[in-house]
């Protein structure tokens, strides 16, 4: 039951991963001069569904590892937080097409929907820590715990944008660049325990951390916390040739897409001459999008490992290069509007006419992967496991 | 050894939160109360799933920190009540119920961002615009300018407000009107029989006129309505400073 209730929530992670597709289509199609749903469907709608179903699609996967690798048999407790995760999925699904979603950025789930998402989450908690007592479960469950306050965080009433701004490194950031790729190197390492997973979560740790709360640049050793990630990342890759080795193309995938926001993107906002120029622009879309696409493509890499598939596959390739496009053409992006916009002052609806040709290489880049994944998904479901 | 290394590094991470928010600027001040109220409407018509203010939102539209500064709140009120109007060709935002009420907490808010807030003169590096180009809003070559000649300050202060959505100030900038590099110089030689300042000021005051070659006749033309005389030479003031080569 264990092991079918896990393969059934990886398929839902791959199907909501669909319809993030599908969001993140019409939020680049909103980017193009001519839109003919500006007013009908706008901006906000859109963006807001893509950011939902992103998180729901990772929570949702890494759930779903984690029950595979840490609950066996059957359990009462289980097969409820199974219903009720299924039932507020549905519910935030319902809530977004009736447009209940709240307006604040990348945290628009409504309070309610916040509440039951937290109840849910101790639900699967109390579940993880009666599991299997197998080794870096901790890290897991610190993981789990890092998620939980963050969304705890978001429900504070927030009256002024300055004190919201200080707490989105622990609401957002928080999960991002520290519980997610925290949890996904559990992952990575119960898919294969050759790793030194407590060398590399501690690393980890730390450097989500520094990445977390780089946009305050708060600390007067901000240029610091800038040096000190750059040999970090090469520590990091010294831990992670390891799995190269294997031949596991979506895990290899993952940590290069980890590399890059947390390494690259992460290093240079936390640079406070680079950081004030570049907060604000795609680089910050993209950094948490490619943070998401790391944790993804290692679900992704269980799945494959699941079903007996093939991991270098067509759909690999197709999904891999439509990642890269679109965040080469997001980076290019990013970069140009910090430089145009902050440095030479140039109007931003100037900048955006200039970057048009980025957003649709991001579009191409989005219609590759998003095929990649709808393929990907109709596989999963005509397997029966 | 290994749990308590990852242990160790936990703790430092939560040293670190602590500390960044414990010190970070703004923390636990209190905001006038039309403020949060024009806050809490920011986020009720989902402004920030578009705009930024201090980098934090969404990045379809610009960033409003200092928006009030260089746009003034009659330019705020006419857009918020119809955005439409302003850019027909570029980027719509959606037309919301709003109430004058609202609107005004609104602008208290973006007030507060331009000027009140603990971190309001440290960012962004440049205040960011809309439209145009130039770096005119730096803040430092407004403090310049006052101190050497405030006419031209207070001109340059009503140009970003009235003039900059259309005209730039490059060389070679087309937005919808000519841009005004070198106009000091191309006024005096228009052939009109005025002088440079005349012939600006006139343009300002009956845009259709004289128009340049290859522009449409769509200047507004309620300027002498909207603007003081003042403030008409305080733009032209300004103007004037834009001579060739500089």
Redesign the interface.
Known sequence: MAKRIAYQMLVQASLLLLFYAAASLFTGV??L?T?AL??SL???QV??LKHILLDAALLTGLLGAAVYFLVVGDSPLLIWAYRLWTVFLLATGVAGVLGYF????ML?LPYYLDIAQLVVLVLWLLIFVQGKANMAR??FL?ALLIIGVSYSFSLIPI????????????MVN?RYF?AYPLAAVVIAYWMKPDIQV??V???M??L???V??A??T??GAVWATGIIIAPLIFLFALFITRMTISGDYWGNLSLVLMMLSLGVLGAAFAVPALG??M????L??VQYDLAGWAVMSLLFSLICQLSEDNHQGFRFWLIAAGLVTSAAALIIAGVA?SFM??????????T?NTILSLYIIWIIGILLWGFGILLQSFRLLRRDI | MNRLLFGLSLFISFVLFVYVIGNSQGAMGSLPQEVAVGYQLWREYGCESCHTLYGQGGNYAPDLTHIYTLRGEDYLREFMVNPAARHPNQRLMPRFTITQEEIGSIIAMLRWTSNDSPIAESWPPNPIQVLGSGGFASSQSSAQDAINNPLVAEGRQIYSQRCASCHAIDEGVILVGPSFYGLANRAAERGTGQSAEDYIRDSILYPSDYLVEGYGDLMQKNFAEVLSSDEINAITAYLMTFTEGE
């Open positions: 909103k980017f001069p839109d500006a007013t706008p901006f906000m963006s807001a709240e307006g604040r950025h628009e901790e890290i610190a009256q002024s944008p300055l004190y919201d701004r200080i707490l989105r490194v622990l928080g520290l407590y060398q979560a501690s690393a740790v730390i989500g951390s520094m977390s709360i946009p305050l708060a600390t004030m120029h907060l604000g622009t795609q910050t879309e509007q916009e902050r440095v030479l002052s140039i109007g931003y609806l100037d955006q």
